[in-house]
């Protein structure tokens, strides 16, 4: 057995309720651990990650809150998965931004790239979802949110260095 393959099972609690919680929105929504938080839009697949880059988090937060202010009591973990199901919940109004990425990805100043990723189309629409849902659903979320973030420290316990 793989680590990654140990720690899928660790979580498969997790990547449970998280399933449950997406399916209110489509019933072929599915949710795996992954690397990083994404999507595969034409699979309807969400992946969560344990753990983030912190100053990947921490700009992520920044401009999620920023925009939407009444979001930032929040978990950064919260706020990034509903980014992702803002990603496959918008999917019909996506555009091909492959080239703007691949430009983005080349610059050298951090601070310019990371403000040009949250200004791509995609991304922004995705959040705009998520904070929208958020901010409308917000006592219902705060609760859901205290639900699964116990579940996901109580088995994030086991990895101490995460």
Partial sequence: MTQFTQVAQDFAQVTA???????????????????????????????????????????????????????????????????????VETEYDMVNDTAQRNKIQKMKDKDKAYRAYYALYNERIATDWAGEYLTANHEQMKTWEKKFLTLFKKVLDKYPDV
């Fill in 17 to 87: 309720l998280l399933t449950a919680f997406v399916q209110q929105f489509d019933s072929d929504y599915t949710v795996e651990l992954g690397a990083d938080f994404d999507c595969v839009n034409d699979e309807c697949l969400i992946h969560y990650a344990v753990a983030m880059p912190d100053d990947g988090a921490r700009r992520f937060f920044a401009d999620f809150t920023q925009r939407f202010p009444a979001c930032a009591d929040f978990d950064v973990f919260t706020l990034s998965f509903m980014h992702e199901v803002g990603h």
